[in-house]
Nanobody
Framework: QVQLVESGGGLVQAGGSLRLSCAAS????????MEWYRQAPGKQRDLVAV???????NYADSVKGRFTISRDNAKNTVYLQMISLKPEDTAVYYC?????????WGQGTQVTVSS
């Protein structure tokens, strides 16, 4: 079993920045990819950003140019740097660790962007 603990969420004004962290209880190098998702009230959970074991990244169109995913294998931590935040970025953000046949989720961290 892997524990993923997200942190760094909070309340920020539109145009502001936040950095989310996801700390894993075991080596993230063992995962094929680390991913950030978000879920707004009444909506489905959507993929926001992905970083693979090899360091490749991909982003949802809605966050390209504003969000950056990165990883620190030595700290078993993945980050999501978010700038130029908009009210529509308000959601619970979840971290996921994905292997070839398994996946683990964190408990989520709330991000609220006020207008």
């Amino acid at each position: 079993q892997v524990q993923l603990v997200e942190s760094g969420g909070g309340l920020v004004q539109a145009g502001g920045s936040l950095r989310l962290s996801c700390a894993a209880s075991r080596s993230i190098f063992s995962a094929r990819a680390m991913e950030w998702y978000r879920q707004a009230p009444g909506k489905q959970r959507d993929l926001v950003a992905v970083i693979t074991n090899g360091g490749s990244t991909n982003y949802a169109d809605s966050v390209k140019g504003r969000f950056t995913i990165s990883r620190d294998n030595a700290k078993n931590t993945v980050y999501l740097q978010m700038i130029s935040l908009k009210p529509e970025d308000t959601a619970v953000y979840y971290c996921k660790m994905r292997g070839s046949t398994w996946e683990y989720w964190g408990q989520g961290t709330q991000v609220t962007v006020s207008s």
